[in-house]
């Protein structure tokens, strides 16, 4: 094929991966992050053996310590605030589908170097526009009705994140809450996207003999944690949006531990909280909230990548 032919073609593919890739609407950071790293490889091997570049436990080479200077390389100025490193199950087979359609760069056979560096750099341009939206996103930024009730606000703001939360709104949120209310004890605080099995917890907060699981989108697996935690002489406390919570009971009766298992609304759990505090304090609710809406912004800001999922609210 032609130098243009090629370059017809690979645009081509890369725009047929973005579309796979494209899930509810959306490419994730850990799937641009992980196409640039194959595509560098590519840049600078034109065949490439893929027990070089894929690791025995199915991960792209370069996806975690090497991801920030292979950001840097292609002209991200803050790749940290981007992403920390490629951790997600789902990016890891995506990179090697990339590295598949593209036969490990024998599709860029019949070019120079050069030539194969430079279509290679076209090719990552297009994933660092990807990179620049993201970077260009707002923050949620909400206007809140001060006469509507606490639950109303929460639901609201649950609302405006479900698009792009992918949980960590929803977690963080929870945090602040329990930091508002104990102020003297420490509520650990880990990124979202952060397994317990990785951190060693037995949920998303232990407080006491209490521990408390959120989670956006409740399965049985996260049952199944709880089941772990009243073995284990722990009291399971599920948050989760209030339009899940029939569905939510559901699978704790299917498992036994309906009558163990706390299930409580996210939005009931702040909302009281708000209520509470601002019935000591004799403070108005939405003083409260724009308390619980500053803790939670500065416990995103510690661990977390995705400053645009900070809250204004007015």
């Known amino acids: 094929?032609?130098?243009?032919?090629?370059?017809?073609?690979?645009?081509?593919?890369?725009?047929?991966?973005?579309?796979?890739?494209?899930?509810?609407?959306?490419?994730?950071?850990?799937?641009?992050?992980?196409?640039?790293?194959?595509?560098?490889?590519?840049?600078?091997?034109?065949?490439?053996?893929?027990?070089?570049?894929i690791s025995a436990g199915g991960e792209i080479v370069g996806s975690r310590s090497q991801l920030h200077p292979v950001l840097r390389k292609y002209g991200v100025q803050q790749p940290e605030k981007f992403l920390k490193e490629v951790t997600t199950r789902q990016a890891h087979p995506d990179g090697k589908r990339l590295f598949e359609i593209f036969i490990y760069g024998a599709i860029f056979d019949g070019l120079t170097d050069q030539e194969r560096k430079n279509l290679i750099d076209e090719l990552i341009q297009v994933l660092i526009a990807e990179i620049n939206q993201w970077f260009e996103r707002q923050n949620l930024k909400?206007?809140?009705?001060?006469?509507?009730?606490?639950?109303?606000?929460?639901?609201?703001?649950?609302?405006?994140?479900?698009?792009?939360?992918?949980?960590?709104?929803?977690?963080?949120?929870?945090?602040?809450?329990?930091?508002?209310?104990?102020?003297?004890?420490?509520?650990?605080?880990?990124?979202?996207?952060?397994?317990?099995?990785?951190?060693?917890?037995?949920?998303?907060?232990?407080?006491?003999?209490?521990?408390?699981?959120?989670?956006?989108?409740?399965?049985?697996?996260?049952?199944?944690?709880?089941?772990?935690?009243?073995?284990?002489?722990?009291?399971?406390?599920?948050l989760i949006p209030g339009d899940l919570i029939s569905k939510t009971k559901s699978f704790a009766e299917y498992a036994g531990i309906q009558t163990r298992l706390t299930v409580i609304s996210i939005e009931d759990f702040v909302a009281l909280n708000i209520i509470e505090m601002a019935s000591g304090v004799q403070k108005p609710y939405f003083e409260i909230l724009d308390y619980i809406i500053e803790t939670y912004n500065q416990r995103l800001e510690q661990v977390e990548t995705d400053m645009s999922l900070k809250i204004d609210i007015h």
């Not at 840049?43 to 893929?50: D, H, L, R, T």
């Not at 004890?185 to 408390?212: E, L, S, W």
Request: glycine share 6%.
């Open 142 to 238: 909400l206007s809140i009705n001060r006469q509507d009730s606490p639950v109303s606000w929460i639901t609201q703001i649950l609302e405006e994140a479900k698009s792009r939360s992918g949980g960590v709104v929803e977690q963080h949120l929870v945090g602040a809450k329990l930091q508002s209310r104990h102020p003297h004890i420490i509520i650990p605080n880990f990124p979202g996207h952060a397994a317990d099995v990785q951190t060693g917890r037995a949920g998303d907060f232990v407080v006491g003999t209490t521990v408390y699981h959120v989670t956006a989108s409740p399965t049985p697996h996260v049952i199944e944690k709880c089941r772990n935690n009243l073995n284990s002489g722990l009291h399971p406390v599920l």
């Open 1 to 53: 094929m032609s130098i243009k032919e090629i370059t017809e073609r690979s645009h081509q593919l890369l725009h047929d991966w973005i579309t796979s890739c494209t899930r509810a609407n959306k490419i994730s950071r850990n799937t641009i992050a992980v196409g640039i790293v194959v595509l560098d490889h590519m840049s600078m091997k034109s065949s490439i053996n893929p027990h070089d570049v």
